[in-house]
């Protein structure tokens, strides 16, 4: 099967950039949305982001033309999907959405289409339970932001084939980007395994009053060559977003203590100090 057109579900921060490296590299690309609101917003932001791209000379007028016949936005997913080889679902974080999701998509794309999800925390394989094709059934999980992050981390459920992995590759290559494959659909995956307990180790640190947080992401800058300090980066994320995921993998690997979140990250996201999308988390914004 070739995989031409590919419908992306949910056009929040993920699916809009998602959306847009699929179309740039040539696929028929529908965006969904339950939001026609969203949708709009989805649609601004890739024409101010490709605007961009013309005026730093990465891409030609003409190319922009050809993204936007490629590129359509629209509210009825089934429909989308129908004429799908490949699905990649971005909606909200919520197993009981996704689940939805999967099947509605399950009974309206194509028997050979491959269903994916760009979750960051929920079992691949639940949401293949969801669905009559659980070998055709991945995690495709796209790093934020996505036209800039080199990485796909792909992700094999218990019963996802070769075949759907190799398939996955190969488009997540053909948008430029390079991928990591967690063989195992374990909690975190690779990725949020390696960073969640080291933004926690460092939230542990300032905690403990052992370093400030300028010195502790000094500390990983300059002593351990990261671009970003763990506490920036996690003012980035939302911490939010960054308990919640901890709270996965605590659970997930039974209470595991090298997961357990620092009761600091749970007294900042109590006081609504979640980071640079409200001004304030470990730096003020
Ligand atoms: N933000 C990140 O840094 C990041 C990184 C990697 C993976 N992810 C994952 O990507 C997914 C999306 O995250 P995001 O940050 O783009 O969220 P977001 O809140 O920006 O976007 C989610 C979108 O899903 C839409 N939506 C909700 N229910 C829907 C439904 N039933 N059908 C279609 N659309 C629906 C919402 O209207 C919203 O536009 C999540 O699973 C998240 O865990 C996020």
Redesign the pocket.
Same mark, same amino acid.
């Given at each position: 099967m070739k995989i031409e057109t590919v419908t992306v579900? @949910? $056009? @929040?921060? #993920? @699916?809009s950039g998602i959306a847009q490296v699929c179309a740039v590299a040539g696929y028929e690309t529908y965006v &969904?949305?339950? $939001?026609g609101a969203?949708l709009e917003k989805s649609e601004a932001g890739i024409r101010k982001r490709l605007a961009r791209n013309v005026e730093k000379g990465r891409m030609t007028s003409q190319e922009i033309d050809g993204v936007w016949e490629r590129l359509h936005f629209v509210q009825d +997913?089934r429909k989308a999907a129908g004429q799908s080889q490949l699905i990649i679902e +971005? +909606?909200?974080?919520k197993l009981d959405?996704k689940t939805?999701?999967f099947k509605m998509l399950d009974e309206a794309a194509p028997e050979e289409a491959i269903l994916t $999800? =760009? &979750? $960051?925390?929920i079992p691949i394989t639940t949401l293949a339970a969801a669905t009559k094709r659980p070998p055709k059934v991945a995690g495709m999980?796209? #790093? =934020?932001p996505v036209p800039v992050m080199k990485l796909v981390e792909l992700i094999a459920g218990l019963q996802t084939s070769q075949e759907t992995l190799a398939a996955i590759r190969e488009v997540a290559e053909s948008v430029g980007k390079q991928v990591v494959v967690a063989q195992k659909d374990m909690p975190g995956f690779i990725v949020n395994r390696l960073l969640m307990p080291s933004i926690n180790e460092a939230v542990w640190l300032l905690h403990e009053g052992i370093g400030s947080a300028r010195d502790i992401d000094k500390g990983a800058r300059l002593g351990l060559n990261h671009p970003m300090g763990p506490l920036t980066l996690a003012d980035f994320?939302g911490l939010d977003?960054c308990l919640f995921i901890l709270e996965v993998l605590y659970e997930g690997y039974g209470g595991d203590p090298r997961f357990r979140p620092c009761p600091l990250l749970k007294q900042m996201v109590g006081a609504g100090h979640l980071g640079r999308k409200v001004g304030r988390g470990f730096y003020e914004y």
């Open positions: 579900v @949910g $056009s @929040g921060q #993920m @699916g &969904t949305d339950l $939001s969203q +997913a +971005a +909606a909200i974080e959405v939805e999701i $999800s =760009n &979750t $960051s925390s999980h796209f #790093m =934020n994320i977003t």
